[in-house]
């Protein structure tokens, strides 16, 4: 299967800081990319679909200056958690691909603001 | 809207044992569907999908599963289980047609595996 990369795997920052999540397809370009965001013991939750070189779609409730998406190339999306407190600290997941395929995701990327 | 669930929040086995992970969908459409594995602190891992044909789907890990129109159900299987199958595992319901592109998740059932 496709791989997707994410990095990095764990950050730790300080309250009121921007953290910057990257997404990488390694082997395949992806014409669109989802940002997800998973509470302990819960389900994803899709936070925003991007699709190279246009904005990203949010999802309701979901703050689009408070996380920021950048699909500038058909390889690499991110997502800056900006101005970061406590309760923004999850696991974030991106997923990516092709037109008609399934979505390939990455490993995922643990937030602790402290 | 489309929706995924999973009954089962919590399901052991022991190892050897076959194994069912239920999952029932909602969609207005011929829904595309698929199982992921999720080690804990780990991304998901894609174990089977369902797009059409043949409505019994083989995946990794000799896992199995099962697309039932009448009963709006994908469930998972596999005949034995192995320790390293201990995991949570998530049905998804999504579409790949034009912007459609949106995954919905079920909770999750989280397997545990007795030696």
């Known amino acids: 299967g496709a791989v997707v990369s994410q990095h990095p795997s764990w950050v730790i920052c300080k309250s009121g800081t921007s953290v910057k999540i990257e997404c990488r397809s390694l082997?395949?370009?992806?014409?669109?990319m989802f940002w997800y965001r998973q509470f302990p013991k819960q389900s994803l939750m899709l936070m925003a679909t991007s699709n190279e070189g246009s904005k990203a779609t949010y999802e309701q409730g979901v703050e689009k200056d408070k996380f920021l998406i950048n699909h500038a190339s058909l390889t690499l999306s991110t997502l800056t958690v900006t101005s970061a407190h406590p309760e923004d600290s999850s696991f974030y997941i991106c997923?990516?691909?092709?037109?008609?395929?399934?979505?390939?995701f990455g490993q995922g990327t643990r937030l602790t603001v402290v | 809207a489309q929706s995924v669930t999973q009954p089962d929040i919590h399901i052991t086995v022991s190892e050897g044992a076959s194994l069912e992970l239920r999952c029932n969908y909602s969609y207005g459409a011929t829904p595309y569907l698929f199982w992921y594995v999720q080690s804990p602190g780990q991304g998901l891992q894609l174990l089977l999908k369902y797009f059409s044909g043949d409505t019994l789907v083989q995946g990794i890990k000799g896992f199995e599963a099962e697309f039932k129109r009448s009963q709006s159900s994908f469930n998972l299987r596999k005949p034995s289980v192995h320790w390293s199958d201990a995991a949570e595992y998530f049905c998804?319901?999504?579409?790949?047609?034009?912007?459609?592109?949106?995954?919905?998740f079920g909770t999750g059932t989280q397997l545990k595996v007795e030696l």
């Open positions: 082997d395949f370009q992806a014409t669109t």
């Open positions: 997923s990516a691909r092709l037109t008609g395929r399934e979505a390939f």
């Open positions: 998804a319901v999504g579409a790949f047609t034009g912007g459609g592109n949106k995954l919905t």
